[in-house]
């Protein structure tokens, strides 16, 4: 079943370096929920300034679900374009305001991203009005501690950041590193079953109205993590991989040994959890990626196969 949203809503479906923005067009205050990646800033400004976009019509807030690479990295040059100030969820914004490129997982998980000021902290708990529509802000740990979901009643929709896709999530942390995050992950899962949900509009995807579909495999994923801390440190830094090659475009092979022995991601969860010498992490990685057909090789390169 195709999805119907509100006209006053726009979702720009983008890839997977960046994550989906979504315009709210008010009568008199226009919001956008995330801003993509920093490499693809100009895109993204491009996209506001189209027509299906804003046009020429200002821009009065800059919201986000949570702090990731591919959620803000417009912030600084929509802010530094339109003047407007941004919202952030108010459990993130001290790591955002110290800059924790460990726990945001920038540096760490060898990502970019322009650093940017947080105007206002979203509550869990409060309501926004965006594009004419009230919004809950709802806590949805888990992939991010500090994320939060946004829910209209009215219409069904939940505007769900990396805390639901149609086909999973966003990567949970193993427990041998944050013991809390598949907890809550589940604990997430759960909230979002009880919410009359008719429409989720993903971080990453097209939006969808299947909901009972997308929680089932949701759950299936949480089960099979639950079982298994090192297929949840392989899922991690497979999809931490997959994102680095759609950054690059290419990466050398036989660096790869020494890649995943220096960015700190990598290095942390095989200490934790799969304790593999840096060629056979990097070794598993490429087979099990070239297995799921989410790389190729090219000469002596792994590209990504999108
Ligand atoms: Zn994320």
């Known amino acids: 079943m195709r999805h119907t949203l509100p006209p006053q809503l726009h979702v720009f479906v983008r890839d997977w370096l960046s994550a989906n923005n979504v315009l709210l067009k008010g009568r008199d205050r226009h919001v956008l929920i995330d801003s993509g990646y920093v490499t693809h800033a100009p ?138 995050a598949l907890p809550a992950t589940r604990a997430t899962l759960d909230m979002i079953a009880e919410l009359p949900v008719r429409i989720v509009i993903p971080g990453h995807g097209e939006p969808f109205t299947n909901v009972a579909a997308a929680l089932d495999k949701a759950y299936l994923r949480t089960e099979a993590f639950e079982a298994d801390d090192a297929r949840m440190a392989r899922h991690a830094l497979k999809v931490v991989l997959t994102f680095s090659l759609l950054a690059r475009r290419a990466m050398r092979i036989a660096d790869l040994p020494a890649y995943v022995a220096r960015i700190g991601i990598y290095r942390d969860l095989n200490d934790a959890v799969l304790r593999m010498t840096p060629e056979a992490l990097a070794e598993m990685l490429v087979a099990e990626l070239l297995r799921a057909r989410a790389v190729r090789i090219e000469g002596d390169c792994l590209v990504p196969a999108a």
């Open 43 to 180: 895109l993204t400004l491009a996209l506001l300034r189209s027509e299906r976009g804003l046009g020429q019509a200002p821009l009065s807030l800059l919201v986000n679900t949570h702090g990731h690479s591919d959620h803000i990295g417009g912030n600084a040059a929509i802010r530094a374009a339109y003047g407007c100030p941004i919202a952030f969820p108010a459990a993130e914004a001290p790591l955002v305001e110290r800059w924790d490129a460990k726990t945001l997982l920038y540096e760490y998980a060898d990502q970019e991203a322009d650093r940017f000021p947080i105007d206002v902290r979203l509550e869990a708990g409060s309501t926004h009005v965006w594009g004419d529509l009230e919004w809950r802000m709802l806590a949805a740990p888990g992939h991010d501690m500090g994320a939060l979901v946004f829910f209209n009643p009215e219409h069904g929709i939940l505007v769900s950041g990396d805390a639901l896709w149609e086909n999973g999530y966003g990567f949970v942390m193993p427990r041998a590193i944050d013991p809390a």
